[in-house]
């Protein structure tokens, strides 16, 4: 999962990285609005949180402008401001949920994962289902036939990706935009590597490999 | 305050009847000067006239009754008069009886004298020398008749003068009411103000008004934007403050803590009074309370938009249902009664399984609203503590919301009532009752 974080106070911005970063998100920070406009549209985001005081070009200005060009990626809006009318202004620009500052880095992370699934029209319960598999989000671990299966933080970030969106053609090149940030080096090869470690771990039928096309997950399930 | 159109009309009757009354009497007074000084004339003429008629007789002096007008001959004409010289005493025929008293000093008598039935005489002594004797000739005239016509005149005058003073103040009570129409317009718009169904007095007034329409327009004007900008500074410092604390807060659950519980609750709890403390007053501070009287709530209009933004927040699971009559309009700042109701619904939210009820209601008195949840509520003992320690109660439970504690200042500020009991839905039922606003304007 990608995120893209917009958020002009560098401490902040410093610790939400930290926080998203263990949970193994691929997060890329801006702290220019006018960046933002430009980026959030450019790179293929799973989730945008934008903070409303930015330089540049207002929070809110951004988000009305990307949902007017047809952007439809999920965005949180995290800020201070914290009144009622401003939150209803924030929704009427398009945010799919506001997080008001300060919070604790919990409930953002919590919100973050609720609105990923909510994107991917999967409910939001503690464990992610999926093809016979529960993935556990905060131990990053999987559940497979009652037997729990560790993995690393690269294979969970992959299992994660294809959970949430099962039954579709994944390209190479399509997973590595979304699990990297845009200062990662991106190699296709390690991506291999990380899908033969799942199926060693999960079973062969859980990813099949189409060929010229990519992968597809849980494609036997059903 | 009393009324200008009753004040004028005060006025005007008092001044209409002083000096109506003065200039009445003074030309009745003048008049009648007059016509005395010409009666006297006439009775100058007849003591003239007698004068002549006295002539000398065999026995000294006697009247020539030939001379003598017969109007002294009939009993109690209304005209007398008395000869005396010497010894001597006569009077005239007319008198009968009667004696025609006689003025101390010739001249006119300044006062009326009584004379035969009932009449009033107007008498004039003269002196003179006849042959060579003194005699001294008083001549009367009653003035009854004269002082009757008097009377009627004043009669006339006076009620002439009273349909006159109906004229007036009729004429004058359309002119006051037509130069009044402009003041009767403002005070219509500033009743319009205050119930919020307008925002500016009307510039188009007369010369006179202009000033104050226009002040008052002015002061309209710089309330709001002394609002806008109080508001938007305190989101900026409220943005100042909640960033660094944000950042305090994810640096108190810093795993590198772990080792130091102690630190690292303490931490945590004092930035949470700091949270709370500082979400309550930033709050408190961005009420309007009553500052603007045009400021109005439209609830058609937003609290769609306030569900769904609630509805998000909370996830999809809960029920919001909304009674409310269309077309409800609420006589207060937009902001605020979204703060409110905003807080009222999310702490409902927080403790429902699966419904929300909120209900607007317009009463004779004013406005109720209504909250309540299918969620646990509260036990009736706890109800009073969430009134008398404030946010305690709000606080202990949710963590980080401000909820009935903000709730309650903005009740407070706008003088209404605010209720915790058990509702149909089995959870806690907030009702608030807020006096309405356009009923203060009037009888103020």
Not at chain 2, 289 to 304: M, N, T, V
Request: aromatic fraction near 6%; charge should be negative; include cysteine.
């Amino acid at each position: 999962m990608r995120l893209l974080l917009v958020e002009d106070h560098v401490p902040l911005a410093d610790e939400l990285l930290a926080g998203l970063t263990r949970l193994g998100y691929a997060v890329d920070w801006l702290a220019d609005g006018r960046d933002a406009l430009y980026q959030g549209q450019s790179e293929p985001y799973d989730l945008i949180i934008l903070d409303l005081g930015l330089p540049g070009i207002s929070g809110l200005d951004v988000l009305k402008q990307w949902r007017a060009q047809g952007l439809a990626t999920p965005v949180l809006i995290l800020t201070a401001r914290s009144s009622w009318s401003e939150r209803i202004d924030g929704l009427k620009a398009g945010a799919d949920d506001y997080v008001t500052k300060p919070f604790h880095p919990e409930e953002l992370q919590l919100r973050v994962q609720a609105l990923l699934r909510r994107a991917h029209g999967q409910p939001n319960q503690p464990l992610l289902k999926c093809a016979g598999l529960h993935l556990d989000e905060a131990r990053q671990c999987v559940i497979n036939d009652g037997a729990e299966v560790q993995l690393t933080a690269a294979e969970f970030r992959l299992l994660r990706y294809f959970m949430l969106h099962p039954q579709q053609i994944l390209s190479k090149s399509h997973l590595a935009e979304h699990l990297y940030d845009g200062e990662t080096e991106r190699d296709s090869n390690v991506l291999e590597v990380h899908v033969n470690h799942l199926r060693r771990k999960l079973g062969r039928a859980v990813i099949e490999t189409r060929r010229g096309q990519g992968y597809i997950f849980g494609a036997g399930a059903q | 305050m009393r009324s200008i159109q009753r004040r004028l009309s005060l006025g005007l009757v008092s001044v209409l009847l002083i000096a109506g009354l003065v200039v009445g009497q003074v030309s009745l007074w003048l008049f009648e000067t007059g016509l005395q000084r010409y009666l006297e004339s006439g009775l100058q003429n007849e003591s003239e006239n007698l004068l002549i008629a006295l002539s000398r007789g065999p026995q000294g002096l006697q009247l020539d009754e030939r001379r003598l007008s017969p109007a002294y001959q009939r009993p109690f004409s209304g005209h007398y008069f008395s000869i005396e010289f010497g010894d001597t005493h006569w009077r005239s025929r007319s008198l009968w009886d009667a004696q025609l008293p006689r003025p101390s000093q010739p001249g006119l008598d300044s006062v009326l004298q009584p004379g035969p039935e009932g009449q009033m005489l107007l008498v004039l002594r003269s002196d003179y020398q006849r042959l060579g004797q003194a005699v001294s000739i008083s001549v009367a005239q009653d003035y009854t008749p004269i002082r009757d016509s008097f009377k009627q005149v004043q009669r006339i005058g006076l009620g002439m003068g009273v349909l006159a003073l109906i004229v007036v103040l009729l004429l004058q009570r359309v002119t006051v009411r037509r130069a009044l129409r402009p003041l009767e317009t403002a005070r219509k718009q500033i009743a319009q103000l205050q119930a919020g169904q307008r925002s500016q007095l009307d510039a188009q007034v007369p010369l006179e008004l202009e000033p104050l329409v226009t002040q008052i327009n002015h002061l309209l004007a710089h309330t709001e934007d002394n609002l806008k900008r109080s508001r938007n500074a305190l989101g900026n410092l409220g943005h100042a403050l909640k960033t660094p604390l944000a950042v305090l807060i994810s640096l108190a659950n810093d795993p590198r803590l772990a080792a130091y519980p102690q630190i690292q609750n303490t931490l945590r709890e004092q930035l949470e009074q700091i949270q709370q403390r500082m979400g309550r007053e930033l709050n408190r501070a961005r009420l309007a309370g009553d500052a603007l009287p045009g400021a109005q709530f439209d609830a058609d209009a937003e609290l769609p938009g306030l569900l769904s933004t609630l509805g998000m927040i909370h996830g999809e699971h809960l029920e919001l249902v909304l009674k409310a009559a269309p077309g409800l309009h609420l006589p207060w700042d937009r902001e605020d009664m979204l703060e409110m109701l905003g807080n009222l619904l999310d702490n409902a939210c927080k403790w429902a399984d699966a419904q929300v009820e909120l209900s607007l209601n317009q009463t004779p008195d004013g406005y109720v609203i209504e909250v309540q949840d299918d969620g646990p509520g509260i036990p009736e003992g706890e109800r009073d503590q969430v009134f008398s320690r404030g946010t305690r109660l709000d606080e202990q439970t949710s963590g980080h919301g401000l909820g009935l504690g903000i709730v309650r200042d903005i009740v407070d500020a706008w003088g209404g009532e605010m209720q915790l009991e058990t509702g149909a839905l089995g959870g806690l039922l907030v009702r608030i009752k807020l006096p309405g606003r356009t009923q203060k304007a009037t009888t103020a």
